[in-house]
């Protein structure tokens, strides 16, 4: 136990970011949070060939709709009676592979200490700026690489099979790219949960299509994030490289001038638009040292301006803001030469 808190400890310490005082630092004295993490994952494998209706009821009363949500939306078994649900586990517990990672998440993660703490600073900060909100239990599983985080009102379940990191086999077998699980290791879970509770919170599909407005959600959502997890390193926020993000701040007055004289800011065409601002490995037609996602990255930086100059503006009065010309207007944001 003691080598697992100074393990997280330390990579606490190493991610905090080199920039001096950070904006987001709050005083969370006298805030307290309570919850639980439990491993459905050990509980499911734990009987091995021998589910039973009894054992799935069993499961059903531990883990409430959790357990439901896992069954017939994560696994996707149809839906009867406990006897039929019982013989649909046991198919999946027995099946080699899934065997096989479930023995590596287990392995991985022989605890939760560090899960546990990561997510408490969550809550605490969460608790902070949005106190009278309830926060869930957190519930961990394996899903055979179908669901990395779901959230519900009463859970944030956390698929540990997403998480083995980028040396596993499973990953390039599956034809997942190397950009993506590149980041499939254990310090990009508390990220993906805040970025995953943000995303239920906030729903994409309302945001108007249009780039200037998609780039500030995301700058939103990277705002957030931080306020989240003030000690997180920016590159486990974004998902960028050191060096991507080096890249992005050496050539941040180049980039926002490519979307100016390209009149690309309230392009409604997201064919168009889209490589500015989805999951890739670069930013195609920008130098390969470029990270995806350039635009979110921008976004950022917009929305860090709107929230210094607009002193009496809050947290949760930003995330209410749906204009995104207003959000840009009076953040004058204009990077210098």
Known sequence: MKKGIYYFLVVVLALISACGSNKHDVDLEGIEVSFNVERFEKDLFSKGSEITA????????????????FFFNMIRLPEGPDSSVATGLNMFVNDAEIKDVARLSDSVFTDVTEIKEGIEG???????????????????YISAFNYAVITTDSVIG??????????????????????????????????????????????????????LSQMIYQGKQLYYMKAMLPEMHDSLLTGFTGEQLKWC???????????IENKLLFSTDQAAYSKYINDGPTT??????????????????????????????????????????KILEVSGYKPEK
């Open 284 to 325: 195609n037609g920008f130098p390969k040292e470029s990270p995806a996602k350039i635009g979110a990255w921008i976004g950022w930086r917009i929305v860090n301006t709107y929230m210094e100059k607009s002193k009496n503006i809050n947290l949760t009065d930003l995330l209410r803001e749906r204009d995104a010309q």
């Open 122 to 140: 969550f809550y605490l900060h969460h608790k902070y700026y949005f106190p009278e909100r309830h926060l869930p239990e957190v519930v961990t």
């Open 54 to 69: 009894s054992d799935v009821e069993r499961l059903r009363k531990k883990y409430g709709s959790f357990a439901d949500i």
């Open 249 to 259: 701040e050496g050539n941040e007055t180049e980039m926002w001038s490519f979307f």
């Open 158 to 211: 956390i698929g540990l099979d997403m998480f083995l990191g980028p040396t596993i086999n499973y990953y390039p077998r599956m034809g997942i790219p190397k950009y993506m699980f590149s980041r499939f290791s254990r310090e990009y879970i508390i990220p993906s949960v805040v970025k995953a509770w943000f995303q239920s919170d906030y729903d994409i599909s309302m945001v108007k299509n249009e780039l």
